[in-house]
């Protein structure tokens, strides 16, 4: 065979007809020849490929097809042929079936493959390259990841720096992850931040995988330079690593991606998340809805649907993030919950703060300690009437001010809650959020937080206490007062009364009358102080 050709012996002879690859024939030409000439079935294959990388599929497939009837096998080792024959023209079918946006032409794509992959297991069940190919079409059908694992595993086993092998197990790893490298842009109060993999303690493990995915992706790129998977794979790499450069080298490699195959979802979906993070909003869209509409893949619809529900999410334009974030939710799987955090925010706008838990619930059974989550859960179910969920917000916001004691809301929140249960506890959460104000944030403490001090040093007796604060706190709502003097107006009323129920207590009635007359001047309806002057009478 020379360089450029190859032979085929003719029957019963010592002479060979060779073709050469630039001038090959039609398909149903050579496919007469190979039957005239009871060609032996790697010739077939060889022939096969070579119209396949010259763009010739359909004379690939008719080559294959008709090599699996009549190929010769009468030679040694003829079995790991005939099974390379039915795995070659199987990953072809899956190839189509990835890119096929018609379901029952999908499904017929995929019945074929199915059947090629079963008759190659009857042949050689635990070949290395058989097993690569059936881990990879569990993957396109997405509801058989453990047994890819297990196939990508049982390979490595085999041959520990199998290229195929590791890539696969990367590109598993991210299917399971849903590629979850796009962070919410802060929205209403919070930004989540959920674990994109392992914590901390997984760091070394964490770093020699990527090591290992960055060679088995640059061989990959190697074998085929226009692997569009590779080429995302390293460039998800890249941006991770978050500096300007290496998203700088991300970014190039999603756009020869791009050049490559412009309608490929996985593509579009990345590029769509790197122009949310330049605030390129119309792209965002224009690119995620290419990519939900290039795809039946409902993950990667999941993913094109929460690139759009963010993008109007931080527009405000949230009736068209709650369709598309509720959408995300629908095609996403239970690993993939940033849906559910952006459509819980929709529903705190609206007001709808039992499906608001509902949808964060879900993010915290993917995510357990997740700081965010526990905070808006703690903050939502500390206004319930349902005890029960007031002892989970209480649970769910010690442990936020354990993670981030620094957290000056989460503590106030805290102090809501304990002041029917621990008025010491209240007390020390108010505490710790005054000094977090004063000291850390340098601002001053809210008059409102100050009326909650005096009114629990009130109930433990500290009247000494109690009457500094109420002062202090009609002292903060006077000086904020020209920034909102209704709101503040009301801040004082609650702690003038607060403060002539304290003058009663210390027997100070005089001053209890003055303050009880003074709130009914402007607030006549003010029912308990009248109740409260009839008391004192």
Same mark, same amino acid.
């Given at each position: 065979?020379?360089r450029g050709?190859?032979?085929?012996?003719l $029957?019963d002879?010592?002479?060979?007809?060779e073709?050469?690859f %630039?001038?090959?024939?039609?398909?149903?030409?050579?496919?007469?020849?190979l039957k *005239?000439?009871?060609?032996?079935?790697?010739?077939?294959?060889?022939?096969?490929?070579?119209?396949?990388?010259q763009?010739?599929?359909?004379?690939f497939?008719?080559l294959?097809e008709?090599?699996?009837?009549?190929?010769n096998? %009468?030679y040694?080792?003829?079995?790991?042929?005939?099974?390379?024959?039915?795995?070659?023209?199987?990953?072809?079918y899956?190839?189509?079936a990835?890119k096929?946006?018609n379901?029952?032409a999908?499904?017929?794509?995929?019945?074929?493959?199915?059947?090629?992959y079963?008759m190659?297991?009857?042949?050689i069940?635990?070949d290395?390259?058989?097993?690569?190919?059936? =881990?990879?079409?569990c993957?396109?059908e997405?509801?058989?990841?453990?047994q890819?694992?297990?196939?990508?595993?049982f390979v490595?086993?085999q041959?520990?720096n199998?290229?195929?092998?590791l890539?696969?197990? /990367?590109?598993?790893?991210?299917?399971r992850?849903?590629?979850? =490298?796009?962070?919410?842009?802060?929205?209403f109060?919070y930004?989540?931040?959920?674990?994109?993999?392992?914590?901390?303690?997984?760091?070394?493990l964490?770093?020699?995988?990527?090591q290992?995915a960055?060679? =088995?992706f640059?061989?990959?790129l190697?074998?085929?330079?226009?692997?569009?998977?590779a080429?995302?794979?390293l460039a998800v790499?890249?941006?991770n690593?978050?500096?300007a450069?290496?998203?700088?080298?991300?970014?190039?490699?999603?756009s $020869?991606?791009?050049t490559?195959?412009?309608?490929?979802?996985m593509?579009?979906n /990345?590029?769509a998340?790197?122009?949310?993070?330049k605030k390129d909003?119309?792209?965002v869209?224009h690119l995620a809805l290419?990519?939900? /509409?290039?795809t039946?893949?409902?993950?990667?619809q999941a993913e094109?649907?929460?690139?759009?529900?963010r993008s109007?999410?931080?527009?405000?334009?949230?009736?068209?993030?709650?369709?598309?974030?509720?959408?995300a939710t629908?095609?996403?799987?239970?690993?993939?919950?940033l849906?559910?955090f952006?459509l819980?925010?929709?529903?705190?706008?609206?007001r709808d703060?039992?499906?608001a838990?509902?949808c964060?619930?879900?993010?915290?059974k993917?995510y357990?300690?997740?700081?965010?989550?526990m905070?808006?859960?703690?903050s939502?179910y500390a206004?319930?009437?349902?005890?029960?969920k007031?002892?989970?917000?209480?649970g769910?916001?010690?442990?936020?001010?354990e993670?981030?004691?620094?957290?000056?809301?989460?503590?106030?929140?805290l102090?809501?809650i304990?002041? *029917?249960?621990d008025?010491?506890g209240?007390?020390?959460a108010y505490?710790?959020a005054t000094?977090?104000?004063?000291?850390?944030?340098q601002a %001053?403490v809210?008059p409102?937080?100050?009326?909650?001090?005096g009114?629990l040093?009130?109930?433990?007796?500290?009247l000494?206490e109690?009457?500094k604060y109420?002062l202090?706190?009609?002292d903060?709502a006077?000086a904020?007062?020209?920034h909102d003097e /209704?709101?503040y107006?009301?801040i004082s009323?609650?702690?003038?009364?607060?403060?002539?129920?304290?003058y009663e207590?210390m027997c100070e009635?005089?001053?209890?009358?003055?303050l009880?007359?003074?709130i009914l001047?402007?607030?006549?309806?003010?029912?308990d102080?009248?109740?409260?002057?009839g008391?004192?009478a």
């Amino acid at each position: 065979m020379s360089r450029g050709s190859i032979e085929i012996p003719l $029957r019963d002879t010592d002479e060979v007809i060779e073709l050469d690859f %630039d001038q090959l024939p039609e398909g149903d030409e050579v496919i007469s020849i190979l039957k *005239q000439e009871h060609t032996q079935l790697h010739i077939w294959i060889a022939l096969a490929l070579e119209y396949y990388k010259q763009g010739k599929t359909e004379d690939f497939v008719k080559l294959l097809e008709a090599a699996r009837i009549d190929g010769n096998l %009468d030679y040694r080792d003829h079995e790991k042929d005939q099974m390379t024959c039915l795995d070659t023209l199987a990953a072809y079918y899956v190839q189509q079936a990835r890119k096929e946006k018609n379901k029952d032409a999908k499904k017929e794509l995929i019945t074929q493959a199915t059947l090629l992959y079963t008759m190659a297991d009857k042949i050689i069940m635990y070949d290395q390259n058989h097993l690569l190919g059936r =881990a990879c079409f569990c993957l396109l059908e997405g509801d058989k990841m453990d047994q890819a694992d297990a196939q990508f595993h049982f390979v490595l086993n085999q041959s520990t720096n199998n290229i195929p092998a590791l890539l696969g197990l /990367h590109l598993l790893q991210q299917k399971r992850l849903q590629r979850s =490298a796009g962070v919410l842009q802060k929205g209403f109060t919070y930004e989540p931040r959920l674990p994109s993999g392992g914590e901390a303690g997984d760091g070394p493990l964490f770093c020699q995988a990527q090591q290992k995915a960055r060679l =088995a992706f640059g061989r990959a790129l190697e074998l085929n330079s226009k692997c569009v998977g590779a080429l995302v794979g390293l460039a998800v790499l890249e941006l991770n690593n978050k500096e300007a450069d290496s998203i700088k080298n991300g970014v190039q490699l999603l756009s $020869r991606a791009y050049t490559i195959d412009p309608s490929n979802p996985m593509v579009l979906n /990345h590029l769509a998340n790197h122009f949310f993070f330049k605030k390129d909003y119309s792209k965002v869209q224009h690119l995620a809805l290419h990519a939900f /509409h290039n795809t039946e893949v409902e993950a990667m619809q999941a993913e094109s649907c929460y690139q759009l529900a963010r993008s109007f999410h931080v527009q405000e334009d949230y009736d068209q993030a709650f369709q598309y974030y509720y959408q995300a939710t629908q095609f996403a799987s239970s690993t993939f919950v940033l849906p559910f955090f952006g459509l819980g925010q929709m529903y705190v706008y609206r007001r709808d703060k039992e499906n608001a838990a509902q949808c964060f619930e879900k993010v915290l059974k993917a995510y357990p300690n997740n700081y965010e989550t526990m905070k808006i859960l703690g903050s939502l179910y500390a206004a319930s009437d349902d005890q029960e969920k007031r002892d989970i917000a209480k649970g769910h916001l010690k442990k936020v001010t354990e993670q981030y004691p620094d957290d000056v809301e989460a503590w106030i929140e805290l102090a809501q809650i304990l002041e *029917q249960t621990d008025i010491q506890g209240a007390l020390s959460a108010y505490g710790t959020a005054t000094r977090i104000l004063q000291e850390k944030v340098q601002a %001053d403490v809210p008059p409102e937080i100050l009326n909650n001090l005096g009114a629990l040093h009130f109930r433990l007796g500290n009247l000494g206490e109690a009457k500094k604060y109420f002062l202090a706190s009609l002292d903060r709502a006077k000086a904020e007062g020209e920034h909102d003097e /209704h709101y503040y107006n009301a801040i004082s009323v609650t702690t003038s009364y607060n403060l002539a129920r304290l003058y009663e207590a210390m027997c100070e009635f005089h001053e209890a009358e003055k303050l009880y007359k003074n709130i009914l001047r402007e607030h006549p309806n003010y029912v308990d102080c009248y109740l409260r002057l009839g008391a004192m009478a």
